[in-house]
């Protein structure tokens, strides 16, 4: 298994489109676990966005990620099935 690091140089080089037709032929289990990994990282996002810690290289994302995540933050809840 990659480490976090490895993880994130693959995520930043692969095709997007490629990434998406594999998650969405992957086992349902594995997509909500998937899920919640990508739902924690927007969270976090949207903490530094609250946080102010970001400069002009992530300001769009951290801004995105808390529009997205700030009104559901008390209710995405995913369950391990």
Not at 2 to 10: F, K, S, W
Not at 54 to 74: I, W
Request: charged content about 20%.
């Amino acid at each position: 298994m990659p480490d976090a690091q490895e993880l994130i140089d693959t995520l930043r080089n692969i095709d997007t489109d490629e990434l998406l037709r594999a998650i969405a032929t992957e086992h349902p289990t594995n997509q909500q676990l998937l899920a919640n990994n990508v739902f924690a990282i927007i969270k976090q996002w949207s903490g530094v966005y609250e946080a102010g810690n970001y400069d002009l290289r992530n300001k769009a994302t951290v801004e995105a990620a808390h529009s997205m995540f700030g009104p559901f933050e008390e209710t995405i809840r995913l369950p391990y099935i």
